[in-house]
């Protein structure tokens, strides 16, 4: 199919140009244990985690602890986001 009968096409009938298909197998204990320890996780005051990389303390300035507070996130996303970074 030549790309301007691919993109009349799509256009006619409002189908993306992919078909994404996903076989993915989930242990919802597992799930579920992850959600509990996320959970334990953002219930905890952020300057009372001890985080760790590569099996070292990962060394966080007091100054982003502090200002992270204003942010409105999860001390999960403090990490996931890279805010620990600075």
Sequence with gaps: MRPEQRDALSAST????????????????R??????????????ALGDIAFYENGEVVDIPQDLID????????????????????
Excluded: H, R
Aim: glycine letters at 6%; charged letters at 20%.
């Design 14 to 29: 409002a189908m993306p140009d992919y078909i994404l298909v996903v076989n993915m197998k989930v242990d919802v204990e």
């Design 31 to 44: 799930l579920l244990e992850i959600q509990e320890e996320l959970a334990l996780i953002n219930n905890a």
């Design 67 to 86: 200002d992270w507070k204003f942010v409105g996130l999860s001390n999960v996303c403090f990490i996931t986001t890279g805010a620990y970074k600075g």
